[in-house]
Nanobody, 126 residues
Framework: QVQLVESGGGLVQPGGSLRLSCAAS????????IGWFRQAPGKEREGVSC????????YYAHSVKGRFTISRDFSENTVYLQMNDLKPEDTAVYYC???????????????????WGQGTQVTVSS
């Protein structure tokens, strides 16, 4: 059974850090680009970061650049999103997703992604 499972969310104070994990089961992540998306209440889902499948290039939304880092552990078949200096506006449900057909120009486009996890809640509040 093909499955993506996110974990690592929680409640953190502004300025704090969290590391989200996206573990794949039933398939290997190697051939896929992996994206992280988030959806805040009342807002559309937005692309946060992506790790390409071809050259390992990383992409970030302007709002998180310099604070978030995406990485992959091939042996664990897992992708991570390290989130530092968290802000209240980072509060959202975070999703990971995979895509096979890669185009860097559309890394942020959720319609290009095939498989999705169930999401993990991140709340940044004092």
């Amino acid at each position: 059974q093909v499955q993506l499972v996110e974990s690592g969310g929680g409640l953190v104070q502004p300025g704090g850090s969290l590391r989200l994990s996206c573990a794949a089961s039933g398939f290997t992540l190697n051939p896929y680009a992996i994206g992280w998306f988030r959806q805040a209440p009342g807002k559309e889902r937005e692309g946060v970061s992506c790790l390409s499948r071809t050259d390992g290039m990383t992409y970030y939304a302007h709002s998180v650049k310099g604070r978030f880092t995406i990485s992959r552990d091939f042996s664990e078949n897992t992708v991570y999103l390290q989130m530092n200096d968290l802000k209240p506006e980072d509060t959202a449900v975070y999703y990971c997703a995979t895509r096979f057909n890669w185009n860097s120009w559309t890394w942020y486009d959720e319609k290009q992604y095939d498989y999705w996890g169930q999401g993990t809640q991140v709340t940044v509040s004092s």
